[in-house]
């Protein structure tokens, strides 16, 4: 084991080759450190320094802004403050904790828990099922492949899923949810404005107390928008959509016809349909169960069941164009 202590400026460090597993303390700026094989332990304090811990269960701590850190095979952790921070995870189960703002995470291979504290940074998680935690504002979020677990904090934050099974939390106002293929799950705990849509999957979209837009897009999913005013697009596929408390508007695309969606607790008086191609005023008809059949041409058919079973007037209409957008 080697330890070695480096202050100064545009120096390069190299790792003992004899010994595997160094400790090595950097204090300066413009310095390079190639750790080589071993489970090694990097200390920087400095600015525009570049790290390769190489292979190994390397432990990197670094505080400095521009610094670039490719932490190489192995599970490595790397704990890193700065502003414009590179942290490439590589193979292995990597924990990665940035502090900052407008830092570059790249998970990499394998099953990586990634933390974030800032603003504007991005965060890949990369293959494998990862774990993203971030806090702050502007920040954008892509879970990669993997059935990934993603928890948001925040406002004006971009997240998308990407391939796989991702269950993803939500907290603030105004973030945009693209959940990807899989049968995901997105939950909003609170706040108010934000966008979630489903993807490709069967998948399960929960709105908070207050406004939310909640759009299922392909394949049979299901929307719950609890309390609030919600926009409830359940898109193409055979929905389950459901309100809650609130004004609540359920509004079908063309992308909904010919599939049969369910509404569970349509309030006259207080929800609405905005259906396109529908014109206000037209009668749909009522089949015998009690749904509603709505024809636009010769073959496009959008079937509307409601689970208590109501009678549709013209006062449960609203023109799609006058649905509120985010």
């Known amino acids: 084991m080697a330890d070695l202590t480096v202050v100064g400026n545009r120096q390069t460090v190299d790792g003992d080759p004899g010994r595997a597993d160094d400790t090595i303390s950097v204090d300066g700026k413009n ?3 190639n750790a080589g094989s071993g489970d090694d332990k990097i200390l920087l304090n400095g600015r525009n ?3 390769d811990a190489g292979s190994g269960n ?5 505080i400095g802004n521009r610094t670039e850190i490719d932490a190489g095979d192995g599970n490595d952790v790397v704990l890193a403050a700065g502003t414009r921070v590179t942290v490439e995870g590589g193979n292995g189960d990597d924990l990665l904790s940035v502090i900052g ?3 570059i995470v790249d998970g990499g291979a394998n099953n990586d828990d990634i933390i974030a ?24 979020v892509d879970g990669g492949s993997g059935n990934d677990l993603i928890d948001v904090t925040g406002t004006r934050n971009n997240v998308l899923g990407g391939r796989g099974d991702d269950e993803i939390s939500v907290t ?3 973030n945009h949810i693209d959940a990807g293929s899989g049968d995901d799950r997105v939950v909003i705990l609170a706040g108010i404005n934000n966008v979630v849509e489903g993807g490709n999957g069967d998948d399960e979209l929960i709105g908070s107390n207050r406004r939310d837009f909640l759009l299922g897009q392909a394949d049979d999913d299901t929307l719950s928008g609890m309390a609030g005013n919600d926009i409830i697009n359940g898109g193409a596929g055979n929905d389950e959509l459901s309100g809650g408390a609130g004004k609540d508007i359920f509004v079908f695309e063309r992308d909904a016809f010919n599939f049969e969606d369910i509404i569970l607790d349509f309030e006259q008086g207080c929800d609405k349909l905005a259906i396109e191609g529908f014109s206000l005023g037209s009668n749909p008809a009522q089949n015998s169960d009690g749904s509603y059949t709505f024809q636009e041409g010769r073959s496009n058919f959008l079937t509307i069941r409601f689970a208590n079973n ?3 007037t013209a006062d449960d209409f ?6 509120p957008v985010a």
């Open 31 to 33: 310095n390079t450190v």
């Open 49 to 51: 320094n570049t790290v």
């Open 58 to 62: 390397d432990i990197v701590f670094s």
């Open 101 to 103: 703002n407008r830092n």
């Open 117 to 140: 504290f800032g603003n504007r940074n991005i965060l890949e998680g990369g293959s494998g099922d990862d774990s993203i935690t971030v806090t702050g504002r502007a920040n954008v």
């Open 172 to 174: 603030g106002s105004q």
């Open 310 to 312: 109501v009678t549709l």
């Open 318 to 323: 609203i023109a799609i164009s006058d649905v």
